[in-house]
């Protein structure tokens, strides 16, 4: 094809799209799609993805391109919140210069800082919920005439985006949501405001959902909920790993978070059954004070966390167990702080994901008053970052010289002959395979080193 020389890099593209669009003529939207926060909104970005793209919509990666601009934003934490309002902040700035483009915000944020949005952004064209993205379409139909902003918002007890796939990417690793909301009331927490009640979605819908992404390259996938063991539909959680376990070309089956009043003995019983499962647990412990842990309504004890950790282990003697911790929740004595450094050389996690604590306003926890100053707190998160560090390269040296497998995911941009894969405890390996390989492919590999918290093996 001889495109002409006069064109600019937009123009380009549209022609090339107008050559190879089916409705030959008629210039196809771009969206740009920017996502902030947890799995779960990657999860939603690629169901809005996969919407957009069945109405003609293309991706791009370059705002001037863009007719539609989506951004997927979190209230989870104080800092997710200020870099989202930054990111629309500067795409209002675009949006003055092309007042044709839609601006539209997804996700927590809109269900929860509607106001802040629209009194600081007013550029701001749609606000749509979790539970309201399949209202896209019908958004984008209105005529641009009708007032704006359009809003979408309130839980929706009955959405599970059933028969909705997401975008299908090239990636060998996927995400399928298996239940949306949360009934648990944790102190801290925004979730249950924003993203409503618990709904578990069909077994046969997962299982269409699953299927299709294998048919699309997929080797493997990570179950996504808020509490993703306390999903009940027509089969237990643990009956449903098993089904999952029988689907062809599914090499690898994870799931996250799951809550710890929910790892029973036959969660256990499955994941050591089905050798598609993964030997990886990420389970939120918070604290190590059952004080702490009752103030942050997290509905179990210390002592009953450490129960099941022994459970884990008894069942699933390699497992890794990973883990959220919170420093310096309200009322956090230095005692307490002590607990959950003990509860950390008890269980010795893999790996944490630690914050100080944010009040996020809204939740309980908003109202308690604060009983240490920033730099405590600081120093308190300080304290169990080294002490995880430390236990995390123990568990990694644990790994010299074992045999595992790893799967592929792609190569060394820099250089091209390393490979990086990841073990089934999800540990990163880079390797150098002696023969050609692809993404996807399971390589079984001998640990031999160890630089900073990645492994190198020997395939
Ligand atoms: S279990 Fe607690 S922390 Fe997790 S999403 Fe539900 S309320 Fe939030």
């Known amino acids: 094809m001889i495109e002409p020389q006069w064109m600019g890099p937009r123009v380009r593209t549209v022609y090339f799209w107008c050559l190879m669009s089916p409705t030959v003529g008629k210039p196809p939207k771009f969206y ?36 539609l601009i989506l951004v ?32 539209g915000v997804l996700g927590c944020m809109a269900e929860n800082k509607r106001e802040t949005i629209l009194e600081r952004i007013p550029e701001v064209d749609l606000l749509l919920g979790p539970d309201h993205y399949d209202r896209l379409g019908e958004v984008l139909d209105r005529p641009r005439s009708l007032a704006m902003p359009i809003s979408a918002l309130g839980p929706d007890r009955n959405q599970t985006y059933e028969g909705l796939f997401p975008s299908a990417s090239a990636n060998v690793s996927a995400f399928v949501a298996i239940q949306r909301g949360c009934d648990f009331k944790c102190a801290y927490c925004i979730v249950p405001t924003t993203r409503g009640p618990e709904r578990s979605r069909p077994s046969e819908d997962i299982l269409r959902e699953v299927h299709h992404l294998v048919g699309k390259g997929v080797v493997e996938i990570t179950l996504l909920g808020q509490t993703v063991n306390a999903w ?79 459970r884990i282990r008894r069942h699933l003697p390699t497992a890794a167990i990973t883990t959220d911790i919170i420093a310096g929740f309200p009322g956090e004595t230095e005692l307490d702080h002590r607990d959950t450094l003990s509860m950390m050389d008890a269980v010795r996690f893999d790996a944490s994901f630690m914050f100080a604590y944010s009040p996020r306003p809204g939740t309980p926890a908003a109202d308690l008053p604060e009983t240490i100053d920033a730099a405590q707190k600081q120093a308190r998160l300080q304290e169990i970052i080294d002490l995880q560090m430390r236990h995390t390269f123990q568990r990694l040296d644990e790994q010299m010289g074992s045999n595992t497998e790893i799967l592929l995911e792609g190569p060394n941009r820099r250089e091209p002959k390393e490979w990086f894969g990841k073990t089934p405890q999800f540990h990163k390996v880079v390797v150098r395979p002696e023969h050609p390989c692809v993404a996807g492919q399971i390589l079984p590999v001998r640990i031999a080193a160890r630089r900073g918290q990645v492994l190198w093996g020997q395939a």
């Open 32 to 67: 740009f799609l920017e996502t902030y926060g947890c799995q779960m909104n990657e999860y939603d970005s690629s169901l809005v993805s996969g919407l957009l793209e069945e109405r003609g919509y293309r991706p791009t990666q370059d705002l001037s391109l863009a007719d």
């Open 72 to 103: 997927n934003t979190c209230s989870v934490r104080e800092k997710a919140e200020t870099t989202a309002l930054e990111k629309l902040r500067s795409i209002a700035h675009h949006k003055r210069r092309r007042p044709g483009v839609r601006l």
């Open 232 to 310: 009940r539909a027509d089969l237990s959680f643990a009956d449903l790993l098993r089904r999952l376990g029988q689907v062809d070309g599914l090499k690898r089956i994870r799931f996250t978070s799951p809550h710890p009043r929910y790892f029973t003995e036959s969660v256990c019983q499955a994941m050591a059954e089905v050798p598609t499962v993964c030997p990886h647990v990420h389970m939120p412990v918070q604290s190590g004070s059952t004080a702490v842990l009752r103030a942050m309504r997290r509905q179990y004890t210390r002592d009953q966390y450490l129960t099941i950790v022994s």
